[in-house]
């Protein structure tokens, strides 16, 4: 029996006749098996905590985005594909915008307007990203009960239809049900966009000719981005929004979403070397709050 074992069954199985070492052991033990009880429920919350804001916030945005500061400034995809495949092994690259814009609900006319960000994508592209797949309802009422690999063959074909051209100057977007609910829309119905008004037009913004028909939701279970986020189609974006800013910002995704801050440091330093006014930032760097 080793030495340290022994010492502890002494006195953990006292032979005085009083029992107050016994009791004292036993109080000692309690409190030391509380107290590590008590840790291990926080460290499991926390890494918890910490595991669903990753899946979600690396899931629902590129690891390492490129914007570029002047025209021209950003490299194509196919000058980039090379060095990226050799330095970092990406699992996608894809063009996107961003464009700020207020959106009103199909019934509730000027009354019901928020403010949103529309993040147009690359469809086929984005299809490729699982983590992006597990965020997407179609609206169906068994959603949650079919297999995970028949939901995730249905997301995938549901993200595609954002790429189908429904008319004109009719674009199909993707929203969270929460948003959908402040707007007031259901599947299959419209959104107007609205343009703020030019000198002499008064005060109120005023609906533009484009709708976006509201064909499934995203939903990542951050509220600050669920609230906000309006995803569409990057080719549909001239037709919808003509005074959009033409696609300017290149997003990647890493195999491992935990190194992108290495990753955006090395395309910084590149970025740099070739003279490029690019601004280089990872998903880590825009979430740090």
Same mark, same amino acid.
């Given at each position: 029996m080793r030495f340290e074992f022994a010492i502890s069954l002494r006195y953990f199985r006292s032979r005085r006749g009083g029992g107050a070492l016994s009791f004292i052991t036993w109080i000692a033990i309690g409190g030391v098996s509380l107290g590590v009880a008590a840790l291990v429920v926080a460290m499991s919350v926390m890494n918890g905590y910490q595991t669903n804001l990753v899946r979600a916030m690396a899931g629902a945005l590129p690891h390492v985005?490129?914007? *570029?500061?002047?025209?021209?400034?950003? !490299?194509?995809?196919?000058?980039? *594909?090379? =060095?990226?495949? *050799?330095?970092?092994? !990406? +699992?996608?690259?894809?063009?996107?915008?961003l464009h700020e814009t207020l959106l009103a609900g199909p019934q509730t006319g000027l009354g019901g307007v928020q403010g949103v960000l529309v993040r147009a994508i690359e469809p086929v592209a984005e299809s490729r990203v699982a983590g992006l797949l597990a965020f997407l309802d179609d609206g169906s009422a068994d959603w949650? +009960?079919?297999?995970?690999?028949?939901?995730? *063959?249905?997301?995938?074909?549901?993200?595609? =239809?954002?790429?189908? =051209?429904?008319?004109?100057?009719?674009?199909?977007?993707?929203?969270? =049900?929460?948003?959908?609910?402040?707007?007031?829309?259901?599947?299959? +119905?419209?959104?107007?966009?609205?343009?703020? !008004?030019? +000198?002499?037009?008064g005060f109120s913004p005023h609906p533009t000719a484009a709708r976006l028909e509201l064909i499934g939701y995203l939903t990542t279970g951050i509220e600050a981005f669920d609230e906000l986020v309006v995803l569409m189609d990057v080719a549909q974006v001239p037709a919808i929004f003509p005074r959009a800013e033409a696609p300017r910002s290149l997003g990647m995704r890493l195999r491992d979403p935990l190194q992108a801050s290495q990753a955006a440091e090395w395309l910084r330093a590149e970025m740099e070397r070739e003279g490029r006014s690019v601004f280089v930032y990872s998903w880590l760097e825009s979430n740090r709050g």
């Open positions: 985005s490129l914007h *570029a500061l002047l025209p021209g400034a950003l !490299p194509s995809q196919e000058q980039l *594909a090379p =060095r990226l495949e *050799a330095n970092l092994h !990406p +699992e996608s690259v894809s063009s996107y915008i949650r +009960e079919l297999p995970p690999a028949t939901r995730q *063959a249905r997301a995938r074909e549901l993200l595609l =239809r954002l790429g189908n =051209r429904l008319g004109p100057e009719v674009a199909p977007v993707l929203l969270s =049900r929460s948003l959908a609910g402040k707007l007031g829309a259901r599947l299959g +119905e419209q959104l107007v966009p609205l343009r703020f !008004p030019r +000198e002499g037009e």
